[in-house]
């Protein structure tokens, strides 16, 4: 098994190899938050290229099996992490739900789809951290019906404080195969972004807000 450096690095290279990650300081992207910024990541992309897809998969059963020891149940939140989280599932032979935003309005008006025995041991599978709101939605959701929580596994985090913070007031242990400071250390080997790109990065890093503030002038 790599090591989490290495799983990492890699992770952050086969991102920015597919252009599931994209930096564009100059020109900022729109989060449906509204707020602004010069890094966006397109997990999805992941799924469209098979030789990628399978080492991702790998890396999150790994980690799995690493951190969250006697995992009976894995679940995914809709709708970025229904594919990665039903393939680790299948990889490691456990059962699959997944978690709405918010419960269905019709039907039997579900939030967790799929069979979910009280007790199980269960770890959440994300593709991507950014505030983690929704994670924690989901989070929560599936400890509401009576599940042993054990964590989340996601893909990429932007590592930002207002996440690191909400996921520790909720007691959820994150482990990510990569992370934004290990890709700006990939970016800047690749010479993707130059010294002043790379500062601007930070600082959108530092303080999000303020950065989206001052883009929009």
Known sequence: MNSDKEIAVETARNLLQINAIKLNPENPFTWASGLRSPIYCDNRRIWSFPAIRSRVI???????????????????????????????????????????????????????????????????????ISTAKSSLSAYRALKDKGLNMLGMAAIFTYDLDVARTSLEHAGCPLITLSNYHTLMEVARKQKLVDAEQLLQLQEWRNNPGAWSNASII
């Open 58 to 128: 790998e890396s999150l059963v790994s980690v799995i099996q690493t951190y969250y020891t006697g995992a009976e149940l894995i679940a995914g939140v809709a709708t970025g992490a229904i594919a990665p989280g039903i393939l680790v599932a299948e990889r490691m032979h456990l059962p699959f739900v997944y978690v709405r935003s918010t419960p269905k309005a019709h039907g039997l008006g579900a939030q967790v789809e799929g069979y979910a025995p009280e007790g199980s041991r269960t770890v959440v599978v994300e593709d991507l």
